[in-house]
């Protein structure tokens, strides 16, 4: 079963607009991580933000932040006032606390166009 | 500060051939990974290694051994190249390599990635 859970495979925003990206996840572990990472056409992954599923308040990094449905398990990240610059890849993956190991397990990313 | 340096960034290899990706950090960290990214699949774990002198296997092994040969450096070797080995290729490390009794803010730093294809 699909652990991570992007539904929009490719996603297009006007500049200057803002811009919310789905993440559902599953998990039984109640101690749990979440992040959100970015992949310009360049290839590189580019850590973005990271929420704990104890965490009281929803993270945010700037532009961006996380809005943490605990309930729902979801995880979307929200852009606001999009650049060009964004234009990327963007996966979202969780961590587990029950490994044994630093298992992060991802998503398989949606694409955002940003459209001057 | 350089992070996480991978080499080569472009590969082609005929079927059979062998070739060792090379990756290194100059961050601490005590834990790295090698991933690979297909379409539409996101990253898959290879094999990481947890600190140094310890490997592990990962979600999809076969096919592929490691080397960590220092704190610093994780090698990831083909030793016969398969065309469904065509993928990208990332290493990453982090500073601990498992959560532990606590969930710590442990986030895994990635290379620019190796572009493989097999032919």
């Known amino acids: 079963a699909q652990k991570i859970t992007q539904t929009q495979p490719g996603m297009f925003v006007q500049e200057k607009e803002a811009v919310t990206l789905d993440c559902t996840y599953d998990?039984?572990?109640?101690?749990?991580?979440l992040f959100w990472y970015k992949q310009p056409s360049s290839g590189e992954m580019i850590f973005l933000i990271y929420?704990?599923?104890?965490?009281?308040q929803n993270a945010t990094e700037g532009r961006y932040s996380l809005n943490f449905q605990k309930a729902r398990k979801s995880a979307n990240l929200v852009i606001s006032a999009s650049q060009l610059g964004d234009s990327a890849m963007y996966f979202c993956?969780?961590?587990?606390?029950?490994?044994?190991?630093?298992?992060?397990?991802f998503g398989p990313g949606t694409s955002l166009s940003v459209i001057p | 500060n350089a992070g996480v340096t991978q080499t080569p960034k472009f590969q082609v290899l005929k079927t059979g051939q062998s070739m060792t990706l090379q990756c290194a950090q100059d961050?601490?960290?005590?834990?790295m990974y090698w991933y690979r990214q297909d379409p539409g699949m996101g990253l898959r774990l290879i094999y990481y290694?947890?600190?140094?002198?310890?490997?592990d296997k990962g979600e999809v092994p076969n096919g592929y051994n490691v080397s960590r040969l220092n704190k610093r450096e994780f090698s990831l070797r083909l030793e016969s190249a398969a065309p469904s080995q065509t993928s990208v290729y990332f290493c990453a490390s982090s500073l601990e390599g498992y959560s532990g009794g606590g969930l710590a803010k442990n986030i895994q730093y990635f290379g620019a990635g190796t572009r493989l294809s097999v032919l």
């Open positions: 290694s947890a600190s140094e002198g310890t490997t």
């Open positions: 961050m601490n960290h005590n834990s």
């Open positions: 998990t039984s572990d109640p101690s749990y991580g």
């Open positions: 929420q704990g599923s104890y965490d009281q």
């Open positions: 993956a969780m961590r587990e606390s029950k490994t044994s190991y630093d298992k992060v397990i």
